[in-house]
């Protein structure tokens, strides 16, 4: 008895030891932090390469790079809010969440005077909904989600969306889990907008999925291309690094863009309204719009450049892949899934759940 | 508690002292959080739950609705298949490994613990590997001249199916394993000599008495699976499970307030299923 009690009471204070290393190492650090030249970024996992450029960022720039991660755009906008718009100097997120957060005030205007390259950029990503005057984010990369098709396994010739409903292609399809996407993609194929929440247009698209059913195979999120190469789907419609890495993995696979219309994605970065080191950030936002940067940050993350400088510079396996090069000849058919309200996001799950359950 | 009376008046003041440290984290890190996710569940769509918030069902009402209902059967339904596929698959695995001589039994006991030493999403990831089309599995069978096209396993019921009972039946297993192998043998040798044939002497005599292992593991399996769902997502089921629905109700829909409902309704499920478990003489699982 007298043992246990001394194991639990051992047990105790280590809980009690770690507890108040969590809460209390951070603060330490961040109040070091301000008196060196430190710059917090937050993102997703390996979203911004260390060895090609963060490194190179802090040898030239002397500014050491302390790097944070979320796991999804609604975990981010959570902690920046948790924050009032501190901590952080550059967020890098998707669209629609770019679009919360400068609503919100939690954005600041980069300063022109550092950032002074911006005109690298393509006009087609520059002016988006999410910044209309282009003052507040910094596109980083663009994704568009392509069909992409194995032509040996498949006897019909696929050019848009409504081929996918062909009897020809029973079981055969990968489709990406997501309400909005997918319904999106019926949308596009009726000709209406990914982003419409009229309920009798959306009672039509249910049908129309609703008779996709038969030729649905797999449903996940992201890897479809893992299925495509495998042979467990026949076509897949998938974001952008997947279509390229099914490419990669079998060149014999054709590409399509969509005949009706495509979705949209841009991840920019930005700085948050109380950025700690925000002169450091705009250092970064410049280094980031460099040609030869933005070229090996869509080399390595596998998407699309909205840098019309860096296509300049960027190697010929690159530029000659068409999932890559496609955007800018079609960027004008391009539509983005832009967040709704609470209510409209509900009737989009609503179709999906009852699609799902029939499956 | 036998041994509670026989503790000395000093021990017991001893060890209230160990005690209250641990209570206060339970409070702090189980409790706290649940009554907020409770509280949340009871105020108003995009209200914050605070003191003096009006409180109203309206959350658990939106949730009667036959989908949704049919997703929490869904979901229900697979525990239960889980359960299920666990104990006939676990319960004889268990049988040899209490039966077997001492150096089968470390082995098959290193089998079962070895699983643990990687993350179930790793093995799930192998088992993906080993099922797709142009994969392992296909390629012995068509080999061996059974199959003439590939089988798509990949995305049906019965891969998520696979990968619930592969990642769970440890749990039916041990609690298993640790029934049998403190049976009294000489009680089934005595149902022998009298003259029971072997099966008889297993249903009358060996199930009843491994009872409580059973219990406990269906237990062990079934509460987890009914709130798993990343498992079917991985094997591209396309199933809509209840952790399926909080997940897009708290970041799809952004109603926080209805999705803390649904989180509280399967919280209730489980705390009913392990009341049902107490109250049909079953163990404390440890927990408490």
Known sequence: ???????????????????????????????????????????????????????????????????????????????????????????????????????????QKFDTGIVTNLGNLDEGFTHQYFDPDSEYVVPYVSGIPLIVYDPSAVDIEIKGFNDLWNPALKDSLGLIDDARVTIGMVLL??????????????????????????????????????????????????????????????????????????????????????????????????????????????????????????????????????????????????????????????????????????? | MAHKSRMHAGESRRSAVFVLPMALLAVTLVALPLIYVLGTSLVETGQSFSFGAAFTLDNYRRLLRADYLLVFWESLKLAFLTTLLSFVIGYPFAYCMARAGKRWKS???????????????????????????????????????????????????????????????????????????????????????????????????????TMPGILAGCVLVFVPSVGIFYLADIMGGGLVLVGNLIRDQLLKVRDWNTGSAMSMVLIFITAGIYLLYRRSGGDDLGVF
């Open chain 1, 1 to 107: 008895m007298k043992k246990k009690g001394l194991w639990i009471a051992v047990a105790v204070v280590l809980i009690v030891a770690v507890l108040a290393a969590i809460v209390l190492i951070p603060k330490l650090t961040t109040k070091k932090a301000t008196e060196e030249p430190v710059l917090n970024i937050f993102t997703w996992e390996g979203y911004i390469d260390y060895e090609t450029v963060i490194k190179p960022f802090e040898e030239e720039t002397g500014i050491k790079v302390n790097y944070a991660t979320f796991a999804s755009n609604e975990e981010m906008y959570e902690k920046l809010s948790a924050v009032n718009g501190g901590d952080y100097d550059i967020i890098l997120a998707s669209d629609y969440i770019l679009n919360t957060t400068r609503e919100a005030g939690l954005m």
């Open chain 1, 189 to 359: 194929s009726m000709g209406q907008s990914m982003n419409t929440t009229d309920d009798a247009v959306l009672a039509e698209a249910a049908e129309k999925l609703a008779a996709l059913k038969d030729n649905i195979h797999v449903l996940e999120y992201e890897n479809l291309h893992n299925y495509l190469v495998s042979g467990d789907v026949s076509v897949a419609y998938t974001f952008t690094p997947f279509v390229a890495l099914a490419l990669d993995a079998n060149p014999d696979l054709k590409v399509v863009w969509p005949e009706e219309g495509l979705g949209f994605g841009i991840d920019g970065c930005f700085i948050p309204v109380n950025a700690p080191h925000a002169k450091n950030a705009n250092q970064f936002l410049e280094f980031l719009l460099r040609p030869e940067i933005a070229a090996v940050c869509a080399e390595w993350q596998y998407y699309c450049s909205p840098n019309a400088a860096a296509m300049e510079v960027i190697s010929d396996w690159y530029k000659e892949n068409p999932v890559f090069s496609g955007i800018y000849d079609r960027i004008g058919d391009a539509e983005y899934v832009k967040n709704l309200s609470s209510a409209d996001e509900q009737k989009f799950q609503d179709i999906w759940t009852t699609f799902k359950l029939s499956l």
């Open chain 2, 107 to 209: 082995l098959l006991m290193m089998l079962v613990i070895i699983p643990f030493w990687t993350s179930a999403l790793v093995r799930i990831y192998g088992w993906k590997i080993l099922l797709q089309a142009n994969g392992p599995i296909n390629a012995v069978l068509r080999g061996l001249g059974l199959i003439e096209k590939n089988i798509k396993f990949l995305g049906s019921y019965g891969s998520v199916l696979l990968a619930m009972v592969y990642c769970m039946i440890s749990f039916m297993i041990l609690p298993c394993h640790s029934s049998i192998d403190k049976l009294d043998v000489t009680l089934v040798e005595a149902a022998r000599d009298l003259g029971s044939k072997p099966w008889r002497a297993f249903l009358d005599v060996t199930l009843p008495l």
